[in-house]
């Protein structure tokens, strides 16, 4: 019998299966699906592979062996391992690295440095082990040993796969006496062993026989008393699995469905309908900030289970944690399996795993918890849909809401895509009727109403009230509700905003040696950074440039903001939430937990407080800056100011209380703004598709965008115009390139990227050039070139 194996090598070359005899030991217990080691390439390195086949026969002349087997099971089921097919044809990426993606981290292949004698004579030196790991040796010092051993070529180094334990398990004792015998050890015990005097005590006070080996340690009995008992057959041990819990700590109650209203009751059952019927269509579920889509959701799952299916969620990893999170356990208690980035690889594999075993029947993450390995799903629902983070940023460069679609009509199950503001492509697919159109209009919570926005010229207010990211006005307000003991919103827009160190001598602007953009200033570190590379350096007090001591830093920070507030009102208890403040685990929770129980009246942040905050004393939501996101040479910039405008302004009033929202801005007048001030999507939609519709953009036109980067910046612009010649040739009258040109930001990390997006209607031949462009281009890897294709890229800049 012979096996066809993906094996972890992501080239060109090896996308296709290779063939590898199974030892006798495996034949009868080997899957498709599950992961083995196999020797690969010319010095036979150990590497990670996927099974994907059998063979009876097999013609090749010299066949290799695999190693081993790492699965008692498969880990990519039957479904998870045609999705990897289509995965890697729509996103033009190599399977391994689809089938790696949908796996949690740890069972994805790690690699270690191996020390292998190449020499017969070399075995003795190292105690005659075949193959040590080269951490081992240099803790053993014995790395001059090695350097010596290599130079006289009898030992050689090499990257083998390892395979580690990846279940958490505890030592634990069991009582092996029944109690007529405890009482008669305990009274033969000698006098000088006290400390098995101990043990026997402990267990004779206890009604519980099992314990585990660190309890027994906090009542003083040590791991050696432990032994002893086992010797004399008192107690056995043995190892137990323990669930790595990311709710081990947390206090949820309970909770019950909501009486629905008439809007939310038609969305629930015709989504149930389409479940019911198991007809796999998509619904866009539009309704306004707080109609209550979340209680739809809760509902149409609950019912899915009820019918013995299964139910998968998706939200924006932000937004998850905690309030959505806790609103799932509150209503299906331990049926639910959250999967998140903010979870330890740990907690994400247990997680991962209830949910391969049938355990975990709703599974609520970000965006790869799309592959949860579900069996028999009822409804897929993906909530925040038009948001930026469903689309995965580097290569596979899949987006969220296409595997669900493909994965629903797989389950035959409906797919709801839900949101106060979709996508454009969504909304013209369900104008088109391809998706079905659920309206929720109003707010649930009785009584509740959209804020009241108001506008704020910065231009008319500007210097009237002594800084520069405050008006009047909104200090005013601020001072106004928060005095009321109401509490406010404040979000800073970081999309496109940079804050950077200005000379004001001579205009030297400091920025990062590796890529073209400026550091960007952190106070909590005292250091300048780059936020694409990561370079850092201490903060200068004289320009590098000429010398002069007169530097100044310009744009606001989260920092800065919290800072002049202060000035102004210093009464204020404000809580700042940005990437500097919610860096360690748990911080994002502790911060909402905190603004939730009214420990502050304001809360001050970035993005990730545009999204998914529920609380009901929030009656203010101020927008420092609206339209840093607008200036951005990206044909969505428009799009994204809007939703972030009408996400943020939906925090506020979710209550009884009516709210308000005040946004600067230096456009008043810019349409993105004014719809946003009417929380007016339709509106919105129907100019934003005029517009794409003159420039040809999306969704009129379907796009590609490909890239080309190298260390030398002539390589890279050579290389995409020999594309663009190639690409013109192949398309018809009907599409567009344009390109190629420098990526706005042109160096990161000191490679140069060109660019080039087509955008086109219907071209039958486009993807096969692709993937023959591709192919090409692989060849020219070697010489320091990356070419990548992104499909339907969310930002062309
Ligand atoms: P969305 O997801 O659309 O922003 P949510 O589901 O978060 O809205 O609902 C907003 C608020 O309305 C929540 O506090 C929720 O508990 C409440 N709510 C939802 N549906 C109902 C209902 N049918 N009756 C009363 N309150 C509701
Ligand atoms: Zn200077
Ligand atoms: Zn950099």
New binding site residues.
Partial sequence: MFAEVIVDVPAFQTDMPYTYRIPKEFEQDLMCGMRVHVPFGNGNRLIMGFVVGFQDECDLEEIKEIQEVLDIAPVLNEELLSLADFMKNSTFSFKISCMQTMLPAMLKSKYEKFIIPTDESASEYFNGKPDLSFKEVQENGQLPLFLRLRKEGLVDLKYLATSKETIKTERMVRLLLSSEELSKELANVRVSAKQQKRLLEFFSENERTIFSAKELSTEGISSSTLKTAQDKKWVEIFAQEVRRNPFKDAKILPTSA????AE?KIATEKILQAADEENSKVFLLE?I???????VYLQVIANVLEQGKTAMMLVPEISLTPQMASRFKSRFGDDVAVLHSALSMGEKYDEWRRVEAGKAKVVVGARSAVFAPLENIGVIIIDEEHEAVYKQDNAPRYHARDIAIWRGIYHHCPVVLGS?TPSLESRARAYKNVYELLL?TQR???GAQLPNVEVVDFREEFGQSGTNIYTKRLLERISEVTSKGEQAVLLLNRRGFSSFMLCRDCGFVLKCPNCDISLTLHMDTKTMRCHYCGHEEGIPNSCGNCNSKRIRYYGTGTQKAEQELLEHLPHLRILRMDVDTTRKKGAHEKLLERFGNKEADVLLGTQMIAKGL?FENVTLVGVLNADTGLNLPDFRASERTFQLLTQVA?RAG?GQKQGEVLIQTYNPTHYAIEYAKKQDYEDFYRKEMGLRHLAGYPPFYFTVQITASHKEENLASKAMYEIFLRIKQSLSDTATVLGPSPKSIARVNNQYFYQLLIKYKKEERLEIVLKEILEEMQQESLRGLTISIDREPLSFM
């Fill in positions: 909501m009486k629905l209203n939310q309704g900030t707080g109609s209550g889509k979340t209680e106060a929720l649930a919570v009785n529920d939906g979710r």
